[in-house]
Nanobody, 126 residues
Framework: RVQVVESGGGLVQAGGSLRLSCTASGLTFDDYAMGWFRQAPGNEREVVSCISWSNGATYYADSVKGRFTISRDNAKNTLYLQMNSLKPEDTAMYYC???????????????????WGKGTLVNISS
């Protein structure tokens, strides 16, 4: 059975950093694109960043470009999101997502997701 588990969320002050991790089991990790989505109260879930399964291609939402870095360690079945220069508007539940995509594709939509984690809460104080 596939399990996707996030960790690393917490409460930090604006300007601080956090690193989220996501471990996926029960699947062939390097066959899947991986991504991070987030959902703030009252808002729809949005894509934050994705990374392809094939060539390391990445996608970042404009709101996080230059501040967040996505990476994956296929040997550890783990996805990371390094978040720097955090802002109060980054406050949200962050979800790890697993998706089947074509070679070289990093970006995917929520409707493309095969498996979701349960989320980890990121709270940025001003």
């Amino acid at each position: 059975r596939v399990q996707v588990v996030e960790s690393g969320g917490g409460l930090v002050q604006a300007g601080g950093s956090l690193r989220l991790s996501c471990t996926a089991s029960g699947l062939t990790f390097d066959d899947y694109a991986m991504g991070w989505f987030r959902q703030a109260p009252g808002n729809e879930r949005e894509v934050v960043s994705c990374i392809s399964w094939s060539n390391g291609a990445t996608y970042y939402a404009d709101s996080v470009k230059g501040r967040f870095t996505i990476s994956r360690d296929n040997a550890k079945n783990t996805l990371y999101l390094q978040m720097n220069s955090l802002k109060p508007e980054d406050t949200a539940m962050y979800y790890c997502a697993v998706a089947s995509t074509y070679y070289g594709d990093a970006y995917f939509l929520g409707s493309d997701v095969d498996y979701w984690g349960k989320g980890t809460l990121v709270n940025i104080s001003s």
